[in-house]
């Protein structure tokens, strides 16, 4: 954002600082005063009637000399004009406002020039004027002439500035000095006309140039910032290749106006450079002022240029590097969660020294294939330092992705070093195991080896007493542990197999102490009793005997408590706490499930309390939060993560640039039902009279769901080219969704369908002829006052209303689905109004004027798909083309009407298919040929009532208006001018055709109140906040079943019938 927000301001610097550079280039050039420039006029200036040869007053005057010239008479007055504008636009503005001084060379010359000349100058003169020298006639009587002229003609030429009339160059130049005159006039100023042209012109065309320039660069600067930058590495290498390319052409161009602006300065300084004793004019220091001054307006254009590339190229830049950081990134990242995963499978702890030294081994391996990764990452990360310290623009986006390649580093590296340290304790408490096992059966063959015989004598006694003491002190040269010590030391790593062989290596180890402890005890009676000796029994050395703990009044996690008063072991067996956790966790859950219960027998029959009004009100508000949250899951789940930088690689281009077509506007749905309709909809939990006028009341704001499905066909499009991409996945796992995205974008659909549903039953209820039982009376068990009849009238009407926006809004969706199919429609075609209906018919046009057919022989007719709107009626051309569903219709605009503009009328016998749509001029005429009879009366109604309706209204209007008219009147009623549009419009027999009803009853209204109104079968509990198995091929499903017909309004039929959409009675 940062980026883009430093490149718009550099192109503001840019767009700001070339302005300026073209406004002071008009200002040196005074094109804001002088528009013309010296090609325009090229032909008037080297005819040399007047020049501007740089000579200069005594207060710095410019002087203008009119020389011989003998056409001046000859002169336009345009062109006279036009070089008097360009040479009093040429000095410095501080000049001209000093004023001009004219010098007229008329020696050679009649009385009749000068009169000639000093009259353009009074009438045509642009500038200021100071002093005007004449340098009269110089034959006796044209100066004679030019004597009296003068002082006759003085007040005609109304000249405000003095005229002094001049006998010869010697009195000139008493006023002005010789080095300000040209040789001509007696001085020494050198002026070479030509080169004088030369010298302008090209000084214009290259300041010409200098503006073209600058505005070209104004143009590719503008060009260069609104470029969206490619999400891919080739792309963007290619757009910093192609935009260098083009900013070295421009850097060249602007090089070459560099080096022809410096030849062109070197040329006008020419004679000064190649004679030092000679001294450039005023003309000609102007011109290399003006030089300069337009050379540093190129070189401001240049630097300005240059600022902006830089700041420009450093966005490629920063954005090449952005994208190669991300995807070695990518990369990187999907090798270390390759490891990690690896890692994380590598769970075993063994069984055995040899098994966790070949563990320890593969531990080992995959340290060292991780070395690799971890280094690229290491790099990468400190790639990503050095962007971040040369101040990256994308900062905020490089330095999370540091962070999390040094946290999975990190990880990986104290995930190893913590595998290590529970293998290595894993090794010692296996040989601690395995010494403990040896240590074991060393004691075992010691007792076995004690011959009893040799026990009978004391000194007997105290070798084998001496035997087992020195064994029971090997115990501390092992290292052997107490059970409680090992159970504290090994505890962490302590798996359930691990668990079950240390607990049968401690019940030996503790077994065989206590061996060892009754041995003790025996041969210590023994010698203390000394009694007679047995025949003593050797048992095999080879033998284990196998003894039984007599106390296990307290079980250990590891092993039975050794049995010594100096350590008491007092640990809690593991499996018996986790028995008593599982058990009071199983109570816990009964006490939870028992008062869910009856919670729930406690809402149901709270909910038996409830009247069947209030309990579909109440399935209303439940199935409203849930469809709340299924929305609010999809804005959460699946539109919000778009934003996050570490998804954006599983987000294609194309879901990226059309992810707002895809949802359509959800967020609009979620939020109007969230802030707004469910709070309104909680408010009829109390009083069910105002959920209608809900309804009503938001008329206006449900039209959110016609924006919606009008979308809906593009969304699918989206849909069905995207749905593979991982993104969709990705979040479909994580809300733990059971079915696509596009299953939950069906959801608004199936929401209309349940508040038609409610509406009805609602009206079902609220019906005149239905019945409602106080339930209070009920409880009471008395019924005296029996069933009490209910007739709400208002509140009946309100609901009636309420349906009809509900279905209405249903049937405008669905319309709003099929016309998002056709092609080409122009932008104003929502001046037509609603969409009512649409449908296939053979169409024959004909021109009444000629009685032929258009582009047809006279009895083939065209395919159209036509649209009836509330004010109009569209032709669309039908054309079937294969899609992914198999080949499906498609249609193209191809002509609308307005209704004001026609005439209906059924056609004769043999033709009950057919009806004639005629313009009103006559000039065409439309025959429309319907699939079925009852089609072609569905249609033909429906259009005679709006033709109707439009007459009334301009009646009404126009009554209006005569009414308007005779109360600001004289009193003198005036009949207004009415033309009989009905004939026009249709004739009386159809009008009575299209006021009549079923089987020849009177219209019925639009509406017959109760249960009458369209249903939509076979659709369950749709709606209701949960989704559906399956959803039909169709984006706004809901609309494709067939209701049953009803008076004053007409169900509609199947896709294609023709009689989709009918708002009014239709003829059977």
Not at 485 to 500: G, R
Not at 688 to 709: G, N, T, V
Request: charged share 25%; net charge neutral.
């Amino acid at each position: 954002m940062l980026l883009w927000l430093k490149e718009d301001m550099a192109l503001q610097e840019l767009t700001r600082r070339l302005a300026t550079v073209i406004t002071h280039v008009d200002e040196i050039m005074q094109q804001e005063v002088r528009p013309l420039v010296a090609v325009d006029i090229m032909e008037q200036l080297h005819r040399q009637f007047a020049i501007l040869s740089g000579g200069r007053g005594e207060d710095g005057a410019p002087i203008i000399t009119f020389p011989e010239f003998a056409g001046f008479q000859h002169v336009s007055d345009e062109d006279f004009l036009n070089v008097m504008t360009y040479l009093t636009s040429i000095p410095s503005a501080e000049a001209a406002s000093i004023g001009f001084i004219i010098v007229i060379d008329r020696r050679r010359d009649k009385w009749s020039s000068v009169k000639a000349s000093l009259t353009r100058i009074a009438v045509a003169f642009p500038g200021n004027l100071q002093l005007i020298f004449i340098l009269r006639p110089s034959r006796f009587i044209q100066r004679a002439f030019t004597d009296i002229g003068i002082k006759y003609y003085r007040g005609e030429f109304k000249m405000k500035v003095p005229i002094i009339m001049l006998s010869s160059v010697s009195d000139l130049h008493g006023y002005i000095e010789k080095s300000q005159l040209t040789q001509e006039l007696g001085g020494t100023l050198e002026y070479h006309h030509s080169r004088w042209i030369n010298h302008r012109t090209a000084i214009e065309n290259f300041a010409l140039t200098l503006k073209t320039t600058a505005q070209m660069l104004q143009t590719f600067g503008a060009c260069l910032a609104t470029t969206e930058l490619p999400r891919g590495m080739p792309s963007t290498e290619d757009l910093l290749m192609s935009h260098t390319r083009q900013q070295d052409k421009m850097q060249d161009e602007l090089k070459l106006l560099t080096k022809q602006g410096a030849t062109l300065l070197s040329c006008i300084q020419e004679p000064a450079t190649k004679n030092p004793t000679s001294r450039l004019n005023l003309n000609e220091l102007e011109n290399v002022a003006t030089m300069e001054r337009l050379l540093v307006q190129l070189d401001e254009t240049e630097r300005a240029f240059s600022e902006f590339w830089s700041e420009h190229h450093l966005k490629l830049s920063q954005s090449l590097q952005l994208q190669r950081f991300e995807h070695k990134f990518c990369k990187v990242k999907l090798a270390l969660d390759d490891l990690l995963e690896e890692q994380a499978e590598f769970t075993g702890l063994g069984d055995s020294v040899m098994h966790v030294e070949q563990l320890l081994k593969e531990h080992k391996t995959l340290e060292e294939k991780g070395q690799e990764p971890l280094e690229k990452a290491q790099q990468l990360a400190v790639v990503g330092d050095q962007l971040i310290q040369s101040h990256h623009d994308a900062v905020d986006s490089i330095r999370p992705r540091c962070v999390e390649l040094r946290h999975l580093c990190d990880d990986f590296i104290n995930e190893n070093k913590k595998k290590h340290d529970i293998l290595g304790k894993s090794l010692e408490l296996h040989r601690q195991l395995e010494k403990v096992s040896q240590w074991c059966e060393a004691g075992i063959y010691l007792l076995a080896s004690q011959a009893v015989d040799k026990c009978q004598s004391r000194e007997g006694v105290d070798i084998a007493l001496n035997d087992i003491e020195t064994f029971l002190g090997t115990a501390k040269e092992y290292q052997l542990l107490s059970p409680k010590e090992f159970y504290n030391q090994f505890e962490l790593i302590l798996t359930l197999d691990v668990k079950a062989k240390a607990q049968k290596v401690l019940q030996k180890l503790s077994d065989v102490q206590e061996i060892f402890h009754r041995r003790q005890v025996s041969l210590m009676k023994l010698a203390a009793k000394q009694t007679r000796p047995v025949q003593p029994v050797a048992p095999h050395p080879e033998s284990s005997p196998k003894w039984v703990s007599p106390k296990t009044s307290q079980p250990c996690a590891l092993a039975p408590p050794q049995r010594t008063s100096e350590a008491p072991y007092t640990e809690t067996d593991l499996n018996s706490l986790e028995k008593e956790d599982d058990e009071t966790k199983f109570e816990v859950k009964n006490e939870e499930i028992l008062e869910s219960s009856h919670d729930e027998l406690e809402q149901l029959a709270s909910h038996e309390d409830l009247s069947p009004s209030r309990r579909i009100i109440r399935d209303l508000l439940e199935t409203e939060e849930i469809y709340i949250k299924e929305i609010k899951s999809i804005i959460d789940g699946y539109i919000t993560p778009m934003d996050f930088i570490w998804l954006k690689h599983l987000i294609p281009d194309v879901l990226q640039n059309n992810k707002d077509f895809l949802f359509g506007n959800i967020r609009e749905l979620y939020e109007f039902h969230n802030r707004t309709f469910l709070k309104e909809l909680e408010k009829c939990a109390e009083n069910p009279e105002l959920l209608a006028h809900c309804f009503l009341k938001r008329k206006e704001d449900l039209q959110i769901y016609f924006k919606y499905h009008k979308n809906l066909p593009r969304a699918r499009a989206i849909w069905e080219e995207c749905q593979g991409c991982a993104y969709f996945g990705v979040c479909q796992r994580q809300l733990d969704h059971n079915f696509p995205l596009f299953k939950y974008l069906g959801e608004p659909s199936q929401r209309l369908i349940k508040y038609q549903m409610l509406l009805k039953g609602l009206l079902d209820f609220e019906s005149p002829e239905d019945l409602e039982t106080d339930s209070r009376d009920l409880q009471g068990g008395s019924a005296k006052n029996g069933p009490k009849e209910t007739n709400h009238s208002a509140f009946s009407a309100e609901l009636q209303q309420a349906l009809v926006v509900v279905e209405d809004l249903i049937k405008s969706c669905e319309l709003a689905v099929d016309l998002a199919a056709v092609t080409g429609c122009p932008d104003d075609i929502g001046k037509l109004g609603k969409l009512l209906m649409h449908g296939p018919f053979n169409v024959w046009t004909i021109h009444k004027d000629r009685y032929k057919m258009k582009d047809f022989i006279r009895f083939k007719p065209s395919q159209r798909q036509i649209y009836l709107f509330e004010r109009g009626i569209v032709f669309c051309k039908i054309r079937i083309e294969p899609s992914d569903q198999g080949l499906s219709p498609h249609y193209s605009f191809k002509k609308s009407m307005k209704l004001v503009t026609l005439s209906i009328r059924q056609l004769g016998r043999g033709s009950n298919k057919k009806f004639e749509i005629a313009s009103r001029n006559g000039l065409e005429k439309y025959i429309l040929q319907a699939a079925s009879k009852e089609i072609r009366d569905c249609w033909f109604s429906e259009i005679s009532k709006l033709l109707m309706e439009q007459q009334n209204n301009k009646k009404g209007q126009e009554k209006l208006q005569v009414e308007a008219s005779i109360s600001k009147g004289d009193g003198v009623e005036r009949a207004p001018r009415i033309e009989n549009t009905g004939r026009a419009t249709i004739s009386k027999e159809d009008a009575f055709s299209s006021t009549r009803g079923i089987k020849g009853q009177q219209a019925a209204p639009r509406r017959a109140p109760g249960r009458q109104a369209r249903s939509f079968p076979g659709r369950g509990s749709a709606g209701d906040g949960r989704m559906p198995a399956d959803l039909p091929g169709s984006e706004l499903s809901l609309l494709q079943a067939a209701p049953a017909p009803q008076l004053g309004r007409a169900a509609p039929g199947p896709r294609g019938s023709g009689c989709r959409a009918h708002r009014g009675p239709c003829p059977p």
